[in-house]
């Protein structure tokens, strides 16, 4: 008994029977009875063909989408149920998101990108927030970029920042939606490096919809997704 109590607590985000239906045009199973676990540290690669339901999932999970059968539970709270200024708040605070375009805001500079969502959550003081957004601008090797507006970035800065941002609040899971996506070979390599430094050293947990085989295949873990179903798990 002990142990499985053990091993509960290593779960950071557990999915049970979740089933999910568009109704336009008509009524469609996009998620039949989904369920699966993710561990703490653990790096997971979400695949499947383009309408397959991955991303659809994605956002389920992150909690972004309400409207869903089944339970889910993330970072050891049952967040289905939860009104959505609750869930606005927990999403600020336990996940971070990287998504295909990194959706920076060009005119401020990466440091003050970076700072937002933890200025948002308000646990810490102004200076405080930017000791910390040095810090994570530092793991990304960006240090020498933190006064530099972002739209003067190369792309693969750009997505840089975005995990900086994506991490500043020390969440207990990264969810990326095609995280390179927008990237060429190089600087998809290099957020690849980062992600899986982020799990090895930083016991991150990261979550990740992807095309791209090289990257899944080099993942800890890989869910396939066909028809709304997991094939592979």
């Known amino acids: 008994m002990a142990q499985s109590e053990n091993q509960a607590h290593d779960w950071v ?20 009875d989904i369920s699966f676990s993710v561990k703490k ?14 991303s659809t999932l994605l956002y389920v999970l992150s909690s972004m989408d309400t409207d869903y059968e089944g339970s889910l539970a993330l970072n050891g709270e049952q967040i289905t149920g939860r009104s959505q200024n609750y869930l ?27 700072m937002i969502p933890a200025l948002k959550l308000g646990k810490y003081t102004p200076a ?12 990304l090797g ?3 970029q933190a006064e530099k507006p972002s739209y003067k970035l190369s792309g693969g800065q750009q997505q840089r920042v975005a995990i ?29 490096d980062i992600f899986k430094d982020l799990t090895r050293s930083y016991k991150q947990t990261i979550i990740a919809v992807t095309h791209d085989d090289e990257f ?18």
């Open 88 to 114: 606005a708040a927990f999403r600020n605070e336990h996940i971070g998101f990287v998504f295909q375009f990194h959706y920076l805001l060009p005119e401020f500079t990466a440091l003050e990108n970076v």
């Open 13 to 32: 985000l557990s999915a049970a029977h979740i089933t999910k239906y568009f109704y336009e045009p008509a009524p469609f199973k996009v998620l039949n």
């Open 164 to 192: 900086a941002r994506a991490l500043i609040n020390n969440p207990a899971i990264i969810m990326g939606d095609e995280p390179t996506g927008n990237l060429d070979s190089a600087n998809t390599q290099n957020v690849f």
């Open 216 to 233: 899944a295949r080099n993942s800890d873990r890989v869910i396939e997704m066909k028809d709304g179903v997991i094939i592979k798990s």
């Open 41 to 54: 540290g653990e790096f997971l690669a979400l695949v499947g063909k383009s309408g397959c339901g991955k």
């Open 128 to 139: 405080e927030i930017k000791e910390r957004a040095y810090q994570k601008l530092g793991l």
């Open 142 to 144: 960006l240090t020498d």
